[in-house]
């Protein structure tokens, strides 16, 4: 046998690698039981996968997020998939199932990109935003593969599954960071195999022009109170998502939401146009003491998700040709503030809660529209005329005089 076929195999195998067959949608993940079961794993049948559930329980009881419990069992659904159409049972999965999981994920059309998107590589001339391709993007394909690894690791440590994880891990990244000291400047390493090269580009924040153009494209006070309260406070959008109308201090301007990862209550400022416009939207609704602050309003009465705000976004877009994001908001806010000359940066630091300063830091980066602007500007100044020089002087005695002698030495 050949190494290629050894590796890569043949039939339903190298069709997913080479976008020949799509993966089967089949499977499911629903909410579970409790706090202590979030989320389950539907098989096709409709039953529950246990060793799935076992370890989300587990993931549950380590005090992960109800995000990451939800972003880990759709990876895990999609790993399954493959498993599922392989017919490989998930205790003898090899390297052969992660690299045919890979090679379907950068191939795969990605069922979240809009058509009128843009074309894949290019960029947004209005933005300045590369445009999103039409596959999986590599932070998805490395947090698939970190939730698979976690997976069988889990079971490892209880002497389930194979012995050798499918999901090779970086020997030299856990040398580098082993005896590192948090407050240390992070080392660069080596990338795991498989895992994808993440961009890291500047943050991009809205100009004023594009953000009052985008600002009147709502629809609704709610839309508009969204937006003001994005860009005054500067949260995160489920930070702000999450939030309840008990959170609102409308004598001080300010909104308590929970921050990610220490999930830590802490207040944010809110603009007085924000509080205006949410005190409109509030206004005309019917909202209870208790209840979620934002919440759908056509069809029934439900807090309002992360996909619904992310549409209201992608509405305007398709209005105006652009490709702003949810998080563009939380960058326009951020550069505001450093900007204003009223704040430090570690006050920048604690209003968008920042665990680094480093984080904040990148916010101080001059904005590539300003640089063209000011290039622009650069570009159109007069030049300065030529010097004339009276005629019958002799060109070595000007040169001497005027900064070169002769022979082309400078002075």
């Not at 979620?292 to 209005?319: E, V």
Request: glycine fraction near 8%; proline fraction near 7%.
């Amino acid at each position: 046998m050949r190494v290629s076929e050894q590796w890569l195999g043949s039939g339903t195998r190298r069709g997913l690698l080479d976008g020949a067959v799509e993966l089967a949608r089949v499977g499911r993940v629903e909410k579970g039981s409790g706090s202590h079961e979030p989320f389950v794993l539907l098989d096709p049948e409709g039953g529950v996968v246990a060793e799935v559930s076992s370890w989300i329980q587990y993931l549950a009881v380590a005090d992960l997020s109800a995000c990451t419990l939800r972003s880990y069992c759709y990876a895990a659904l999609t790993w399954h998939r493959l498993l599922w159409m392989l017919d490989v049972p998930w205790d003898r999965a090899t390297e052969a199932e992660t690299a045919a999981l890979v090679g379907w994920l950068r191939i795969a059309p990605n069922p979240q990109r809009r058509r009128s998107s843009g074309l894949p590589g290019g960029v947004n001339v209005k933005t300045g935003k590369p445009n999103l391709g039409a596959g999986y993007g590599a932070a998805t394909v490395n947090l698939t593969l970190a939730a698979v690894w976690n997976f069988y690791e889990f079971h490892a440590r209880w002497c389930h599954g194979p012995v050798v994880n499918p999901v090779p891990a970086s020997a030299h990244r856990r040398r580098a960071l082993s005896h590192q000291s948090p407050a240390e400047v992070k080392q660069p390493f080596r990338r795991a195999p498989y895992r994808r090269r993440g961009r890291q580009g500047l943050p991009r924040s809205i100009p004023d022009a594009q953000w009052a153009e985008l600002f009147a494209s709502m629809v609704c006070d709610r839309d508009r109170a969204l937006l003001e309260c994005f860009v005054s406070s500067g949260a995160r959008a489920d930070e702000l998502l999450g939030a309840q109308l008990n959170d609102v201090d409308w004598a001080n301007q300010r909104l308590s939401v929970i921050s990610k990862g220490s999930r830590e209550r802490r207040w944010v400022p809110l603009s007085p146009e924000a509080m205006t416009w949410l005190g409109r939207y509030l206004a005309s609704s019917q909202s209870v003491p208790g209840a979620p602050l934002w919440r759908t309003l056509r069809g029934p009465d439900r807090p309002l998700t992360y996909g619904a705000a992310r549409r209201i976004l992608q509405r305007a877009n398709s209005a105006s040709d652009t490709n702003w994001t949810l998080h563009d908001l939380r960058h326009t806010a951020a550069i505001r503030m450093v900007n204003s000359g009223v704040l430090t940066l570690p006050e920048v630091q604690v209003v968008l809660g920042h665990a680094d300063l480093h984080t904040t830091s990148r916010y101080t980066v001059p904005r590539a529209e300003e640089l063209i602007l000011k290039m622009q500007e650069f570009h159109a100044r007069p030049h300065p005329p030529h010097a004339a020089y009276t005629p019958g002087y002799a060109t070595a005695d000007i040169q001497a005089v005027f900064g070169q002698v002769p022979g082309g030495a400078n002075v």
